[in-house]
């Protein structure tokens, strides 16, 4: 993966430096992985900060264009953004929480490490008086995992997977098209504008069709491995002998 300094990053997007502190600070870009006091910034980054330039240069506002990126990151599509639901505004709404809120939620399980741990992961970002959540359906799901007795660290371990898979088949979903219009080695800078628009018109149309792909696959899937696993746990549960008193009675 190739990463970038913040100055790299930067002149790669064509932004300044300045610019790219303030999308972070407004919370419109994702934090970078941190290594000391050095930040370092991935391609999704370099894409993101493209993304934003565009949606300004078209006469967004900033406070659109969070809505718009809080809403594709809770799974939301754009009529969810524009119907006045009370729950589809709970999920794309930003929490700000402090460290004894955190504390209220997961007790003394919640460590430092896990808070570090967090903040790489960009699921929470780090404010001079607390935290910032964008994504508060990670935070609810944790909390019910919690509440569970699951520890916020496997929780961790298990959304740091996820993330890893969800990149995988995020990246099946654009090599299909891709790789019908792009030839194989060919270097995409001799690629003709039109073909490249045509590439970056699909995609984007597709985009909320395969969240809702996604979405449906995956809850076929839950509900098969869940039934599934009642079957396992009951065949397991009718192989026990009975007990004495099962028996008398």
Not at 186 to 191: A, E, V
Not at 197 to 223: H, Q
């Amino acid at each position: 993966m190739i990463e970038y300094r913040v100055d790299d990053l930067a002149r790669r997007a064509g932004v300044s430096v300045r610019n790219v502190r303030v999308y972070q600070d407004r919370g419109l870009l994702p934090p970078p992985r941190r290594e000391g006091r050095t930040g370092w910034y991935n391609e999704a980054h370099l894409a993101r900060l493209e993304l934003i330039s565009r949606m300004l240069e078209r006469g967004y506002t900033f406070a659109t264009i969070s809505e718009l990126l809080n809403a594709a990151q809770s799974g939301l599509r754009v009529e969810d953004v524009l119907t006045p639901d009370s729950a589809a505004r709970q999920l794309r709404e930003t929490k700000h929480l402090g460290r004894d809120d955190l504390q209220d939620l997961f007790g003394s399980d919640i460590s430092d490490a896990d808070l570090r741990r967090g903040a790489d992961m960009g699921v929470i970002v780090e404010t001079g008086n607390g935290y910032r959540i964008d994504n508060p359906v990670l935070l609810e799901a944790a909390r019910l995992l919690h509440d569970a007795g699951i520890p916020l660290s496997t929780t961790l371990d298990q959304t740091e997977a996820v993330r890893s898979d969800l990149d995988d088949v995020a990246r099946r979903f654009v090599a299909l098209v891709t790789d019908k219009f792009l030839d194989e080695g060919k270097d995409p800078f001799d690629t003709d504008a039109r073909t490249v628009g045509e590439v970056a018109e699909l995609v984007n149309s597709l985009r909320p069709l395969t969240y809702r792909v996604v979405g449906a696959l995956f809850r076929e899937a839950m509900d098969q491995r869940i039934t599934l696993t009642m079957e396992e746990v009951l065949a397991q549960y009718g192989d026990k002998p009975e007990s004495a008193n099962d028996q008398a009675s």
